[in-house]
């Protein structure tokens, strides 16, 4: 079977076995025991990236060619191709363009490391567009294997929706977990998060530019309530 392992930021990256072809996204090299491709579908600058590291990954995988660096092993992401094929534009991060890229390729299972989705940023503006993604290889026959820990493809509280009784749950328990989540979402809003861990979580500095919007628009929603 024909296996590729999508690596991202989240915690979960440290379960990683890399068994088989790896690829991961942005700053991943920070950490990888190996790449074989890096997606970068960002603006290359020397002020997120490490030029030099960039120099010793096989393959790089972005949106244009960067002629100026001869030195990057570059391959321009196909995506017309990708656009031809799946007749949608809905990429909301880099690991959608990479799900595309992987069915588009023909691999036939799809691992995740790291993709937890679990930041205020990528929980609220990038989740969906992933999981829409991984429906497409779901529907194609192409499984992808996820972290138990991940936030991706599962429920807010990982039952089904609107089955009560018979000892599964209560409408009153599924209340409570979207009162729980919203409420843990708002308070690390409102607390902020210790720069050690915005570094860790956030490599490229996306939390920390969007978090006024995303306060704004959480407390808007839950004055609504």
Known sequence: MKDVIILGHGPTRIQCKYHCETWGVNNTYNFAERLDKLFITDQITEKEFDFR?????SCIVASVPYPDHPEWNIEVYPLQEVLNKFKTTFFT??????????????????????????????????????????????????????????????????????????????????????AEESARLIRNLQQGIPAAQKKDIDPDGHLAARDAEIRQHLLEITARR
């Open 53 to 57: 590291a960039l120099e010793q990954v």
């Open 93 to 178: 991060n880099a690991i959608c363009y990479m799900v595309a890229y992987a069915l588009l390729k023909g691999y036939e299972r799809i691992w995740f490391y790291g993709i937890d989705m679990m930041t205020s940023t990528t929980y609220l503006f990038e989740k969906g567009g992933v999981e829409y993604w991984m429906g497409i290889a779901h529907a194609m026959g192409v499984p992808v294997i996820n972290t138990k820990e991940s936030a991706t493809g599962k429920t807010i509280d990982g039952k089904l929706y609107g089955y009560w009784g018979d000892g599964m749950w209560t409408p009153s328990d599924h209340n409570k977990a979207v």
